[in-house]
Nanobody, 117 residues
Framework: VQLQASGGGLVQAGGYLRLSCDAS?????MGWFRQAPGKEREFAAA????????YYSDTVKGRFTISRDNAKNTVYLQMNSLKPEDTAVYYC??????????????WGHGTLVTVSS
């Protein structure tokens, strides 16, 4: 599985961005993670390809929405009400079996999101 994330950029606090992740192969679930400067990578959201069940971290719940387009093999992360603390490199990842907040099998290159105050 190869993953290509895109859609990052610079946005003002309170603004929005939509990230996309194109997947070359199939998996059971997809996740979005992020890593802020000087911090460890953390889970943000995940979605199951079949059925579309979603999971969010408490940090982004209510502001971010993960969705998928099965026909396009693409997963999205709609990020609203962005805060400066959302600034990070965002990564998409694929998990072959099951859905979880960790232990993903494939990772894409990150896309940088910068939220200015």
């Amino acid at each position: 599985v190869q993953l290509q994330a895109s859609g990052g950029g610079l946005v003002q606090a309170g603004g929005y961005l939509r990230l996309s992740c194109d997947a070359s192969g199939r998996s059971y679930a997809m996740g979005w993670f992020r890593q802020a400067p000087g911090k460890e990578r953390e889970f943000a959201a995940a979605i199951r390809w079949s059925g579309g069940s979603t999971y969010y971290s408490d940090t982004v719940k209510g502001r971010f929405t993960i969705s998928r387009d099965n026909a396009k093999n693409t997963v999205y992360l709609q990020m609203n009400s962005l805060k400066p603390e959302d600034t990070a490199v965002y990564y998409c990842a694929a998990r072959v079996f099951g859905i979880s907040k960790n232990d993903y099998d494939y990772w894409g290159h990150g896309t940088l999101v910068t939220v200015s105050s």
